[in-house]
């Protein structure tokens, strides 16, 4: 499912404009990533939890020259499914 599909679903579902529905779903990504951008967290309970994690600093090497190099410390967004969604896409 891509973003147009994911409009048009919640747009059905929710019973209101595909255009109301793409200003909800781009407020909801752009508070999320607002709040994963301070480093706090969104937990939506039955849901999950969208985090930051963090990556240590470690040596790795450059593929083409074999040089030792550092690979600087680096933040990534995490989701983390909640038990109500994972049993209901394991079909409990």
Same mark, same amino acid.
């Given at each position: 499912m +891509? *973003?147009? &599909?994911?409009? &048009?679903?919640?747009? +059905?579902?929710a019973n209101i404009s595909k255009k109301a529905a793409e200003e909800a779903? *781009?407020?909801f990504t752009d508070t999320v990533a607002a709040e994963l951008k301070k480093g706090g967290k969104v937990q939506l309970v039955g849901f999950g939890t969208f &985090? %930051?994690?963090t990556r240590a600093a470690r040596e790795g090497r450059n593929p083409q020259t074999g040089e %030792?190099?550092?690979i600087a410390e680096s933040k990534a967004p995490k989701f983390k499914a909640g038990k109500a969604l *994972?049993?209901?896409v394991n079909g409990k």
């Open positions: +891509n *973003k147009t &599909e994911l409009v &048009e679903a919640m747009a +059905n579902s779903l *781009k407020a &985090e %930051v994690s %030792v190099m550092t *994972k049993d209901m």
